[in-house]
């Protein structure tokens, strides 16, 4: 069973940069091949998805950090990485990594955006 531990987070300024880990277990081999989501939840809000990386490399994002945020994936760490510049008061959420389509959750890490 793949598992994911998200780590990383923490409160920064506005402006600022941040950078999330997502620690894979349980996929061997297969990790490369999986097409891994992040998704946030604000407080009040529905969890979203707004960034997945693909096995080809293809990387998807919505506006909302699109030119801001990249996903980039370590095959040998069998790590996940999001690197967030530019944060704004918004993008304060509990951050989560998952396989995409997938229900199972971890624990997230929190990251607050103070302006």
């Known amino acids: 069973q793949v598992q994911f531990v998200e780590s990383g987070g923490g409160l920064v300024q506005a402006g600022e940069s941040l950078t999330l880990t997502c620690a894979v277990s349980?996929?061997?081999?297969?990790?490369?091949?999986?097409?891994i989501g992040w998704y946030r939840q604000a407080p009040g809000k529905q969890r979203e998805l707004f960034a997945d990386?693909?096995?080809?490399?293809?990387?998807n994002y919505a506006d909302s950090v699109k030119g801001r945020f990249t996903v980039s994936r370590d095959t040998a760490k069998n790590t996940v990485y999001l690197r967030m510049n530019s944060l704004k008061s918004e993008d304060t959420a509990v951050y989560y990594c998952?396989?995409?389509?997938?229900?199972?959750w971890g624990q997230g890490t929190q990251v607050t955006v103070s302006s």
């Open positions: 998952n396989i995409l389509g997938s229900n199972d």
């Open positions: 349980g996929a061997g081999g297969r990790f490369r091949f999986l097409a």
């Open positions: 990386i693909r096995y080809s490399g293809y990387t």
